[in-house]
Structures are given as C-alpha cells and as structure tokens.
C-alpha cells in the first residue's frame, strides 16, 4: 500500500469511528482495527493522532464547501424568485447532509469539540471565506456573512443530526420547515 493510500485508508477509517464512537472512543487502536494496518503508521503519516483528527475533518470541510459552491450557480438563475432560489440551494445542501450519515456525523462530532478551536478552526474560516466572498452580494452591507453563513450551517448540521438519530423524520414537509426556521432567521439581512 502506497504511503497516500495509507494515509486515505486511515483518514476514512476516522472518520467512521467518529461518526459510531464519537471522538471519546477515537483511539488509535480503534482508528486501524479492520484495516490491516499497524498502529505505527499513524505516527509516520500524521504528526499524532489530533493531527489525524484534522485532516479527517479537513476532508469533511472540503467536501462540504465543495458542495456549496457546486449548488452555487442556483442562486444566479435570475428567472426564479430569490426565495425559491434559496430553497433550491438549501435543498441541495440539506440532501448532502442526509444523504452522507457518517460524513454527517463525523464532522458535527468534531466542529462541536475541542479539537475543532484547537487544531481546525482557523483553516475553517479560510476555507468557507470563499463561500462567504460569493455570497456578498447577496446581503446587505453591514451584515456579518461569516455569521450568518455560520447560523446557516449550524441549524442544518443540528436537524440533520436530528433525522440521523431518528428523532426526526426524514420527510419533504420536516425539510421545509428546516428551510423555513432558516429563512426566517436571515431573510432580514438580505438585499432588496
């Protein structure tokens, strides 16, 4: 096995113990268990395991923000409402975040940590500024995008949990009212 498959098989491997154990179960024994790998190599292909941690969670926020800008054209098709044309993009987001439990899962369990502000946070916001440089122009000009793209993420990752562990129904009618509490809460802040 080449040292980046490696590096893949173990990443993806944290990323479901995270997503089943939660990041209290997340030992290195439990990362390679069923992988035919040595524990060792943990430490030859990352610094340590936070930093395994990271990149596990570097994948799921690249993903992500990939996502987004992937949906992002909808909101330019100037024919729809700007109503409908957020809802078209929630919803692409929204089924992402259904559509991939453990993915799901993996990245609340670690946005939610202490590993998140202590190893993570900082590429984060790097990341998602690009998200927030396209969406601008959408809101008016003393908005804090950065926060109100945060909210946004936040509301979704809490009720798709919420479908993921059964608590609610995974159902057009439960999406539209995720979508409503959403819009609802930031529909102030956009432009006219």
Known sequence: MSPQDMRNVLIARTITVIADEGLDKTTTKAIVTGTGINEVYIYRQFDDKED????????LDDELVEKVLQHLPVMYITALDFETRCRAFFSAIWNFLLGNREKCLAFVRYYYSPYFAKHSFKEHRARFM??????????????DVWMILNHILNVMLDFAVKVHHDQMPNEDNYSEHVFRVIYASV??????
């Open 130 to 143: 690009s998200v927030v440089d396209k969406f601008k122009e959408a809101f008016i000009e003393e908005a």
């Open 52 to 59: 395994l941690l990271a990149k596990a969670f570097a994948r």
């Open 187 to 192: 529909k102030q802040y956009f432009k006219a």
